[in-house]
């Protein structure tokens, strides 16, 4: 009789990881979130669970976290339970489940959630705004648009942190 691949005895690190208890998940996630959350501590409101259970709701999903080894990491997920989708000849693994897109229900989610997407777009062509500018400033030319572009990256990212 075949084992359960999660009974499966581990063989890495990451193997015996991603069969660890959740209390396990929840410490790495802590510790890997700690150069923005020094504290290694989240709190969570009563607004946190409306916000929630209003998003899940809303969206008419079940969460399910799941954890599963992905390209030698170990992925944690919240993704919509009994979404899996297996291969009908082989039953291997195709799709590990539907993702949930969180929905905000509010003002103040809204402008958090429009922050964080700044931030990440920001951070994400920064190295060439970076490049941009030394290469203007190795040439003595400045346009008034690449100064401002430069002035609003730095702003966004001086304003307040999400």
Excluded at 52 to 71: G, N, Q
Aim: glycine share 4%.
């Amino acid at each position: 009789m075949a084992t359960h691949p999660k009974k499966a005895i581990p063989k890495t690190p990451m193997q015996a990881f991603a069969q660890a208890a959740p209390q396990e998940h929840i410490a790495l996630l802590l510790w890997k979130m700690r150069h923005a959350n020094p504290e290694l501590a989240v709190t969570v409101t009563e607004a946190d669970v409306k916000g929630y259970m209003d998003c899940i709701s809303y969206l008419k999903v079940t969460p399910e976290v799941k954890v599963f080894e992905h390209r030698g990491a170990t992925v944690i997920a919240l993704l919509e339970k009994d979404t899996e989708i297996r291969d009908k000849t082989t039953g291997a693994l195709v799709s590990r489940g539907n993702a949930i897109k969180p929905v905000e229900n509010n003002e103040a989610d809204f402008q958090r959630a429009e922050q964080h997407e700044r931030v990440r777009m920001i951070r994400q062509t920064a190295p060439q705004l970076a490049q941009t500018l030394l290469n203007a400033a190795n040439r003595g030319e400045f346009s008034e648009d690449l100064v401002r572009e430069a002035a609003q990256a730095l702003q966004i990212m001086g304003g307040p942190q999400p």
